[in-house]
């Protein structure tokens, strides 16, 4: 985690979105990005950080670097595959010496992004719509710390004669990115070359600016989720599951939550306490994530032009200049302006989209609650509700990734005789003897009675909700767990 923050834009720079005509010129209106304040610290440990993807690559592959079980290998090209009841044949072009390589595995994971592979060849079709808009993303490098000044911002939205534009500062001294929207029809990736883009740039920020380019890519729009996530033993996560657009800076959080979800199950399988019928739960809570997701990001992006309409813009045209400035002269057109502008503010503060997905039945609970209204809840499928541990750290960090965790207001004997016989790894964790709230009780802070238990899968989600300790909540526990990974009777899977 240090390494991620290490990387991470400042949170005093990262802090709002603004709304320009240029970086460099009139400002029509701001918004806080993301709150990063106490408020969201009590509600989770790891608040949102922003991070430029390669850095992001980085911090992951150092991470995957140590560990023993992961043979981390390059330049190999997944080509296709073959599937013989349990088993899967890859095969990979080794673009070191240009050899195909076979690779047999049991599971075959697509993690090969919006534009992979995987997801075609084993038949699994994309529902929603494609091709909704295309843009190119310039990387670039330049020192415009002097040039922001005071007004900092992580995302700048330009209005002016680089309609169109945003620009994402990683690093206001180094590191940004600007996206635009171009035509497919008109315009290819060859017709971006480095000139072209330095005066796109130039435009955007207001001013001939210094800097160099890192390089171009071409990008197209879409909001499609998998018809399904699993065919076999072939599995979707990430951007080959779902493709949205990144207005709400959705699209990477939600293929973590992905495959926190599907690899402790395939472990659960291998190692022989969890049913093949586990697997088919990843799909199922997965993809209504992904659905409400989307159908945020495309709010979102449709939101924005109600900021074009009070600027008398027309959407991917060239700015009417002078309906632009006859509107910023005018102080009735800039409150509605900085109304529609400040209508915005969901787009850059959804935590109960972030932390509190609830898998299962009570997934629809919070469908009434605004986006930006997180309450944690131990109810069946919600996050682990996060609380600070005396001595530092979070109830959180109590979760074992290998295994089920009892977290128990009080010892009982119940716990104890359901971890004896349990063939599932289980821990129990006893309030007082185990962990101690920095402040106030467990027990309360989940609202549960003083004996009551709440059973936590690997992932940090919640599998049965125990209001008090005896013989019947055990036994509903049990049960719970066993109908969950499809246990059957006896203790097999
Ligand atoms: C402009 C923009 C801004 C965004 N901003 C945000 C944001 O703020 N927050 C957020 O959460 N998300 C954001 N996203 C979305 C985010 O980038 C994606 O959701 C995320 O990168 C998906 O990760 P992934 O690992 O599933 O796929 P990818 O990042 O696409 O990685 C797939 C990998 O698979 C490799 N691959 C593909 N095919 C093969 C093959 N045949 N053989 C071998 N390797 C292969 C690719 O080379 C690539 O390395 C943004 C996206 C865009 C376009």
């Known amino acids: ?173 180094k590191t940004w990115v600007l996206m635009h929207p171009y035509d497919p029809a008109t315009t290819t990736l060859a017709d971006f070359t480095d000139d072209v883009c330095a005066r796109m740039i130039s435009t955007a920020i207001g001013q001939n600016v210094d800097i160099t380019i890192k390089g171009a890519r071409t990008w197209s729009m879409c909001a499609q989720v998998a018809s399904t996530y699993r065919t076999k033993n072939v599995f979707l996560v990430g951007d080959a599951a779902h493709r949205f657009p990144p207005t709400g800076g959705l699209g990477l959080n939600t293929g973590i939550g992905d495959i926190q979800n599907l690899a402790w199950k395939i472990a659960a399988v291998e190692h022989g306490w969890g049913g093949k019928g586990l697997l088919d739960s990843y799909g199922d809570e997965r993809q209504h994530v992904a659905r409400s997701n989307m159908g945020q990001s495309v709010g979102n992006a449709l939101k924005i032009a109600l900021v074009y309409q009070a600027l008398g813009q027309e959407m991917r045209q060239p700015v009417n200049r002078d309906e632009l400035d006859k509107r910023l002269a005018d102080p009735a057109h800039r409150n509605a302006i900085a109304a529609c502008i400040a209508m915005q503010a969901e787009h850059f503060d959804s935590l109960r989209l972030q932390l509190g997905y609830v898998y299962g039945d009570h997934r629809d609970i919070d469908a009434g609650t605004p986006i930006n209204v997180y309450v944690p809840k131990a109810i069946v499928g919600a996050c682990l509700p996060h609380a600070v541990l005396a001595g530092g750290g979070s109830t959180l960090d109590l979760i074992d990734a290998g295994g089920f965790t009892i977290l128990a207001g009080a010892a009982s004997g119940h716990w104890e005789k359901l971890l004896e016989r349990s063939t599932v790894p289980l821990r129990l964790l006893v309030e007082g003897r185990d962990f101690q709230l920095a402040s106030g009780k467990w027990s309360q802070t989940v609202t549960l009675g003083a004996d009551g238990a709440l059973l936590v899968r690997p992932d940090r989600h919640l599998l049965h909700v125990a209001r008090d300790a005896n013989a019947d909540e055990a036994a509903a526990m049990e049960a719970a767990l066993k109908d969950y990974l499809k246990i059957l009777a006896g203790g097999k899977v």
């Open 1 to 173: 985690m240090d390494n991620i923050h290490a990387k991470a834009t400042r949170s005093d720079e990262g802090a709002f979105v603004r709304f320009m005509t240029s970086v460099t010129g009139d400002e029509l209106g701001s918004i806080p990005y993301e709150r990063q304040d106490k408020a969201v610290r009590a509600l989770t440990p790891w608040p949102l950080i922003n991070i430029a993807q390669p850095d992001f690559e980085v911090v992951a592959e150092d991470a995957l670097e140590g560990a023993s079980h992961v043979e981390l290998r390059r330049q190999l090209e997944w080509l296709g595959y073959a599937e013989s009841g349990d088993v899967i044949i890859s095969r990979l072009r080794d673009h070191a010496n240009g050899e195909d390589v076979m690779v047999r595995s049991r599971y075959l994971i697509a993690a090969d992004g919006a534009g992979g592979a995987i997801r075609d060849a084993a038949g699994i079709a994309l529902e929603g719509m494609a091709d909704i808009a295309h843009n190119v993303m310039i990387h670039f490098e330049g020192d415009l710390r002097g040039l922001v000044g005071d007004r900092p911002a992580i995302l700048y939205f330009i209005f002016g004669e680089a309609i169109g534009s945003v620009l994402i500062a990683y690093d206001l001294g």
